[in-house]
């Protein structure tokens, strides 16, 4: 007589152990996964993109972790405790602040506020790709009001950074369009819970000035917050989402003076101080910066007839991020326009130039090295039309290359993303200036 066959092992992973009394038991997935016995801690920080010192603090501090705990063994997460994790991250993802996004999270869970009963996708880590819960669509769209902690007047408060598009600072280093780079000794380094770090938002700073943090000062608007900690997630669809609702929301200017620029320059602020780590934060947050901006144009619509504005970047410059926040700009103005993006060589640019008969040109230079002043003053003479009434455009000299040297002769320099639509909007109407 046969012996009979072995029970076959589980698709999922080795057979159970017996049982030992009062022990919960792991039903495939192993030790990382835990099963019916939850996750760990490093399975949960692996999934939200948290570090997992973050999440033992945001337990320490707000009862945010795994709620039960069996002697001896690790504690692990259950999908209650997962999904009151998942309400915080997406809250802080919108800008509250983690010691509120965590009192709201419990309160939601108790009054059964929270829709969500598991952790969230992979390909939306800590966030939900749909709409916030509880109504809460207007606090991802509309701004949060300042708030004032002891010692700390102002935080929430927008950021006043002058630059726009034409500003000096714009850009970043070595095809990273357009995130500013000040040096790491600027104000605001420190640790700010931008991405999801130790800061607890009750006006303490916490002194890790790393992990995965952003140095976004403290006077930034909490969209800027928000956008910022979903970059540091790599989230794709929240920075999507929040760079859209932010040019809908408060328009182009104030879109990029006040939430996008801050972000771009804590992300280039932290790729200097921290080797080669956080190049794929600034390279997705470009990303969709640029796309947005190049969505943005394609929305607006047909520009009104009239002579077009013509952008273009030095031969021998790569950013173009600012530029492209110039042309999403004139598109909500309604301004026609030419871009020819980046490295344009002079002679390119110059007939470009005579066959468009623009009524004005903005040439961009992120760096000293790439501020071809010839090329610029040579500009200001290309002129078109027939003999006698011969036109020529308006030049402006955008971005930071320009600011080494006195302004070139017969071009304007705005510093401004504002001024220099103000400007350029103005030639437009013009359609350009007669030629001697």
């Given at each position: ?397 955008l971005g930071p290359g320009w600011s080494a040297g006195p302004t070139v002769p017969g071009t304007r320099r705005p510093t401004a993303l504002g001024s220099a639509l103000d400007l350029l909007v103005a030639a437009s109407a013009g359609a350009g200036t007669e030629a001697a």
């Amino acid at each position: 007589m046969r012996e009979e066959k072995a029970a076959p092992r589980s698709a999922s992973g080795p057979r159970r152990r017996p049982e030992r009394a009062g022990e919960p038991q792991v039903t495939g997935g192993g030790a990382e996964t835990g099963g019916s016995a939850g996750l760990t801690t490093g399975a949960v920080a692996k999934r939200f993109g948290v570090a997992p010192t973050t999440l033992r603090s945001w337990d320490h501090r707000y009862g945010i972790g795994p709620a039960r705990h069996t002697g001896g063994r690790h504690r692990r997460w259950a999908p209650e405790d997962i999904a009151l994790l998942a309400h915080m991250c997406r809250l802080t993802s919108e800008g509250v602040p983690p010691a509120e996004a965590a009192a709201e999270a419990r309160r939601a869970a108790v009054t059964g506020g929270d829709p969500m009963v598991g952790p969230p996708s992979d390909d939306t880590p800590g966030n939900s790709a749909s709409d916030p819960p509880d109504g809460r669509e207007g606090a991802r769209r509309t701004p949060a009001p300042p708030r004032d902690t002891p010692g700390k007047p102002g935080r929430g408060r927008r950021a006043t950074t002058g630059d726009g598009g034409g500003g000096d600072g714009n850009g970043g280093e070595d095809g990273r369009r357009g995130a500013g780079t000040p040096g790491p000794g600027d104000p605001g380094d420190a640790d700010d819970g931008a991405g999801g770090g130790d800061g607890d938002g009750t006006g303490r700073r916490t002194p890790t000035g790393g992990g995965n943090t952003l140095p976004l000062g403290e006077n930034v608007h909490q969209e800027c917050r928000g956008l910022a900690r979903a970059a540091v997630r790599l989230d794709a669809p929240t920075v999507q989402r929040r760079l859209e609702a932010a040019i809908a929301d408060h328009g182009l200017v104030t879109a990029w003076n006040e939430v996008i620029m801050p972000a771009l320059r804590a992300v280039g602020r932290k790729w200097q101080t921290s080797g080669e780590r956080y190049v794929e934060v600034e390279h997705l947050l470009s990303w969709h910066v640029s796309s947005v901006l190049r969505l943005t144009v394609a929305r607006a619509g047909t520009p009104r007839t009239g002579s077009p504005v013509v952008l273009a970047c030095t031969p021998n410059e790569l950013h173009t991020l600012p530029l492209e926040a110039v042309s999403a700009g004139l598109a909500e103005r309604g301004v026609p326009q030419r871009m020819f993006g980046a490295a344009v060589p002079a002679e390119a640019l110059f007939d470009a130039v005579r066959r468009t008969g623009p009524a004005a040109v903005a040439l961009w230079s992120q760096s000293r090295g790439t501020a071809d002043r010839a090329m610029a003053h040579r500009l200001t003479g290309v002129a078109w039309g027939i003999r006698g009434a011969r036109t020529r455009p308006t030049v402006l000299t955008l971005g930071p290359g320009w600011s080494a040297g006195p302004t070139v002769p017969g071009t304007r320099r705005p510093t401004a993303l504002g001024s220099a639509l103000d400007l350029l909007v103005a030639a437009s109407a013009g359609a350009g200036t007669e030629a001697a």
